[in-house]
């Protein structure tokens, strides 16, 4: 019986040694999967081809018998992203797109696909704070909207001068835990009686700080200061709108420029000020004549720090009139007349995008989708949008890195913003707040919190797939509703449930920041992994001034931290005797 058992196996193991070991799955391997050739310039990732069989073994297959292709996924204009030369990836344009390789042998053909992300920014969008402060507004309103903050104060020409500007900017930078902030100036232009544009080149003196010769200098002060804070300042500006007291206007009315309507005349747009019509450029024409890349340089020259920053606002910048759909130029947009409509406009666009980017700069806007050909979103382009689209499929493919958020859903009035999709996350716009008053700013903390908080953990994480109401994001995140709440998770450690929030914050070495909308008492929280080794910790209260030490060397038991926290309150909890400022 021995003897049968010992042959039985020696035939098995006769038979496995002449069984054929079959290739049964190829893989695309990169050194990098996301390149950035503004800030790595010259940058390239290579990639190999993995074959891996039947018995497990793995092995780098021969390059004669693979085909590698590179297909653009999605890009601004369709524009080729990368190229490929032997096995290295070169970044050509902005935006995604996929290695594909075939491998066809021993009567078997295998496919893999692989993802690259070129991302040709200055600035890291998903990792940044963005913000609008706005300063104030001339003009007599047509209709005076009284449920509209600006016209709550007492004059709307004035609601913050560059020097309260800074003391907002130092209160939010304490709110805010440091995080890397974008500030963007609403309203810093122009003279009294109406729009300037399509003039940049005065910052109005009503702004100035007493002792400045000019209102200039006091805005390149600012944002000199600001920096001292993890604060850029730049500016909010408009290349679309165009009104008969600025300077320029005679200028483009003579170069044809200013849109007209199909009988030839020049076109009125809106009328939100009295005695101040607002017309449209055509970017086309005024690309044509120079002037856009004139008015470009001539701002960067006039306030050199701009530059520093790396990041301008374009807002409406669109490509027809949304509420008629009209070109920006109809009577341009004739055959006979250039044929301008909304896709040559588009092209123009883009060559402006280019442009500031050869300047120095990254361009954000206000919207993706909204006042574009369809299925446009300048991805690749644009990195980071004020309104983001709640498209779940539009999501899953962009990753945030590439195109990065503001806020995707208002509230009531566009006085609030609310949340959107939480397991995607969305920021915060700092904008009404600042307008409901400037020295309080009431609900920072609390839309810093539920917003921006987790939307920032969240976008350092690849979205791997939406399946059944659940997110699923690398590194073993999931976001879902649980039990009727919302939920955050990795593993055991939970980093939200409703608006209980309790997030490691990323940008600094080892802080994690806890809030809660209702408050609680004595709830046990699960530490991350990462702090594993923290036997004790020291718990500040998030102020507008400096964190407040409420608990000092509080011990972490069995990886759980007891917490309570007052409604509305925030907290800042690092490792026991850590600097926290």
Excluded at 426 to 445: A, C, V
Aim: glycine residues 8%; aromatic residues 10%.
């Amino acid at each position: 019986m021995k003897k049968s058992l010992l042959f039985l196996v020696a035939l098995q193991m006769l038979f496995i040694g002449c069984s054929k070991i079959t290739l049964e799955r190829i893989e695309i391997q990169l050194d990098k999967a996301t390149l950035n050739p503004i800030q790595e310039p010259g940058v390239t990732a290579t990639y190999k081809i993995l074959g891996y069989s039947s018995n497990g073994s793995a092995k780098e297959l021969d390059s004669s018998k693979v085909a590698v292709t590179a297909k653009t996924v999605n890009a601004s204009g369709g524009v080729e992203v990368i190229k490929l030369e032997g096995n290295r990836v070169i970044p050509k344009e902005g935006g995604v797109a996929s290695i594909e390789a075939i491998y066809i042998g021993e009567g078997i053909t295998l496919k893999a696909t692989k993802q690259v992300v070129v991302r040709p920014y200055y600035r890291d969008y998903h990792k940044t704070l963005v913000l609008k402060l706005f300063m104030g507004i001339e003009g007599d309103p047509v209709v005076k909207d009284t449920a509209d903050l600006i016209f709550r104060h007492k004059d709307p020409s004035v609601i913050c001068t560059f020097s309260e500007a800074l003391n907002v900017i130092k209160r939010v930078d304490n709110i805010t835990r440091g995080v890397p902030k974008i500030i963007y100036l609403v309203g810093w232009e122009g003279g009294e009686g109406g729009t300037l544009y399509p003039d940049w080149s005065i910052v109005k003196e009503k702004y100035k700080r007493p002792g400045d010769f000019t209102a200039l200098e006091s805005l390149r002060w600012l944002i000199r200061e600001s920096r001292k804070y993890n604060t850029t300042v730049s500016l909010h500006i408009n290349m679309v709108d165009a009104g008969e007291h600025s300077p320029l206007w005679k200028e483009y009315v003579a170069k044809d420029i200013i849109g007209k309507g199909l009988d030839g005349k020049l076109l009125v747009n809106w009328k939100y000020f009295k005695g101040d019509p607002i017309y449209h450029v055509s970017y086309t024409r005024e690309w044509a004549e120079g002037l856009a890349q004139r008015r470009i340089d001539r701002l960067i020259d006039m306030i050199p720090e701009l530059k520093e920053g790396h990041t301008i606002h374009v807002d409406a910048f669109l490509a027809y009139y949304p509420p008629t759909n009209m070109a920006l130029s109809p009577w341009h947009a004739l055959k006979e007349h250039g044929g301008i409509d909304m896709y040559k406009e588009v092209e123009t666009q883009r060559k402006i995008f280019h442009y500031w980017r050869d300047k120095g700069f990254d361009v954000t806007g206000e919207g993706l989708f909204w006042a574009y050909p369809r299925g446009e979103g300048f991805v690749g382009l644009q990195p980071m949008s004020w309104w983001f689209p709640d498209d779940k499929n539009f999501q899953m493919q962009i990753p945030e890195r590439l195109s990065a958020r503001g806020a995707t859903e208002r509230g009531r009035g566009g006085q609030e913003l609310r949340q959107g999709d939480f397991r995607f996350g969305s920021s915060m716009h700092g904008e009404q707040i600042f307008l409901k008053n400037l020295e309080t700013l009431p609900g920072f903390l609390r839309e810093f919190c539920t917003m921006t908080l987790p939307w920032y953990y969240l976008s350092q994480l690849e979205r791997v797939a939406f399946d059944k109401e659940v997110l699923y994001y690398s590194d073993g995140v999931i976001a879902r509703v649980e039990n009727g709440k919302k939920i955050i998770r990795k593993g055991d450690f939970i980093l939200r449930e409703d608006d209980n929030l309790f997030v490691p914050a990323l940008w600094r070495n080892k802080e994690i920041i806890a809030y809660s909308e209702e408050g609680y008492r004595d709830r046990k929280w699960r530490m991350p992994e990462e702090w594993k080794d923290v036997k004790s910790v020291d718990i500040y209260k998030i102020t507008m001034h400096e964190a407040e030490l409420l608990q000092n060397n509080v011990e972490i038991n069995n990886g759980q931290l007891l917490l309570t926290l007052d409604k509305e309150d925030g907290v800042s909890i690092i490792p026991h005797d850590d600097r926290i400022n």
